[in-house]
């Protein structure tokens, strides 16, 4: 099992390049489903879930081939297998992104039920309600969800909640079904942007996306023209932005989508973190003094949860006291105790956590717990004083490329070691 280990302490300088997005990628690579011929992208980040999705479009019947982050993916020929097994689906939620491409392709799908994670219940419900709208039917099934449908045809759907995973399988299916499909309520994340912009390229038609109301009109098929890029990773790029900071550095994080990050940079510079905006990239460095702000986790363009642990970590080490409240998820605080271990200053209440910061965090060896918890953690431990242990890095290698080889880079005394299990 590895860990990292992590001496505090450094101010990290530099310049690091951000990866392509995991969101973006994820959701794109099992867009591959649509197609009957080899489809293309480059940018797509060496990850852990880059490699469970590898294996599942092999299960399903799809050649991949993965190199320097370009990624081909082609139907083998031996017909669509349309099947994702419990012991992928178990390994990644995103799974369930298959459901949709199945559907459209085949007019059949059986995936396995994702059950929760550290993070909460992760329900696909509302995955389902708007497929059967489009005239799938469903079965639950020892433990897989199986679907039918003669022909998807275009349906207006309305979302009860902006749902990311939803709205990429929606549009998915939508693009190959008959006539047109209004999404309402729709997620409005980059990452969507991206996966239209790379369906439309090859031939979707897809408007809206990036809004709340979403337009599909099906088409009979897709073709590629050319390979597509995916887009940076914002996430990644704000874990950076967050670490120069605490950390009383400054770094030059390229590549960054400054302009999908906007309710993150807000923040920071209202922490007094100074950020200075070039083409593609940002120089973050503190200002003095970092002071603690409140944080409220919402849909994009809201504050993203996916940035909340990481936030928090550097609301420890802030002059006062923050707020932050979780309204995405129902169980994101599993890097509390690892922070209070650590010396932080945080009380629970429901969905909420109070911050108090604190003059310094002491190494301790801790656990990651999910993916984002893991990188606040990570990022905690460059602050503190002596020696931290992050076990289970396994939950960061899912969503972050190379982190300790980019930290090292930035002068952080890192390294990746075996422990016990
Ligand atoms: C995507 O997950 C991301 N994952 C998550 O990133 C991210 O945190 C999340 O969107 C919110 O931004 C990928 O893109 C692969 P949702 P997803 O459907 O699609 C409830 C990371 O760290 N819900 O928008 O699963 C659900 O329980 C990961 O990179 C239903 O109730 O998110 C949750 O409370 C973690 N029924 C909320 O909506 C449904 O049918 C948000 O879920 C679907 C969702």
């Not at 993070?119 to 995955?127: K, N, T």
């Not at 799938?136 to 022909?151: H, N, P, S, V, W």
């Not at 309402?184 to 038609?205: Q, T, Y």
């Not at 242990?389 to 396994?394: F, H, L, N």
């Amino acid at each position: 099992m590895d860990s990292l280990l992590i001496q505090g302490g450094v101010s990290l300088k530099g310049t690091v390049k951000v990866s392509g997005a995991k969101n973006a990628a994820l959701p794109i690579l099992f867009g591959g489903i649509l197609f009957d011929e080899p489809v293309v992208f480059e940018n797509v980040p060496h990850l852990r879930d880059i490699q469970t999705t590898q294996k599942l479009l092999e299960t399903l019947g799809f050649a991949t081939n993965f190199e320097q982050n370009r990624m081909e993916i082609a139907p083998k020929g031996s017909g669509i297998v349309p099947e994702a097994p419990y012991d992928l689906v178990k390994t990644m939620r995103a799974s369930v992104l298959c459901l949709g491409p199945l559907l459209a392709r085949l007019g059949e799908a059986s995936v396995a039920m994702p059950g929760g994670c550290a993070i909460g219940a992760r329900p696909v419900d509302l995955h389902l309600s708007a497929l059967e709208r489009m005239g799938a039917e469903f079965t639950l099934d020892g433990g897989y969800i199986k679907g039918r449908c003669k022909k998807l045809r275009g349906a207006h759907i309305q979302f009860d909640f902006p749902t990311v995973g939803g709205t990429e399988n929606i549009m998915m299916a939508a693009c190959l079904a008959e006539g047109e499909t209004v999404l309402d309520n729709a997620a409005r994340e980059p990452e969507i942007v991206d996966l239209a912009n790379f369906l439309n390229s090859c031939g979707a038609k897809i408007e809206g996306a990036g809004q709340t109301q979403i337009r599909i009109r099906g088409v009979t098929g897709l073709s590629q023209e050319q390979p597509y890029r995916i887009m940076p990773d914002r996430i990644e790029a704000g874990t950076y932005l967050i670490a120069a900071a605490m950390t009383n550095g400054e770094v030059r994080v390229e590549d960054c989508p400054y302009k999908d990050m906007e309710a993150l940079c807000s923040k920071l510079e209202a922490c007094n973190v100074h950020l200075s905006y070039e083409d593609n990239a940002v120089v973050a460095k503190p200002h003095g003094e970092l002071n603690a702000v409140d944080i409220r986790t919402l849909p994009h363009p809201g504050f993203p949860t996916d940035m909340q642990a990481q936030f928090m970590a550097m609301l420890t080490m802030c002059r006062g006291s923050g707020i932050v409240e979780e309204t995405i998820f129902e169980n994101r605080f599993m890097h509390v105790p690892e922070l209070v271990r650590m010396g932080a200053d945080i009380r629970l209440s429901g969905n909420s956590a109070l911050v108090r910061g604190v003059p310094s965090l002491t190494g301790a060896p801790v656990m990651a717990s999910d993916l984002r918890a893991g990188a606040a953690l990570v990022i905690a431990g460059l602050c503190a004083d002596g020696e931290t242990r992050v076990d289970r890095i396994y939950h960061v290698d899912r969503g972050y490329e190379g982190m300790e080889l980019k930290l090292q880079e930035l002068g952080a005394r890192i390294r990746r070691v075996q422990t016990p299990a």
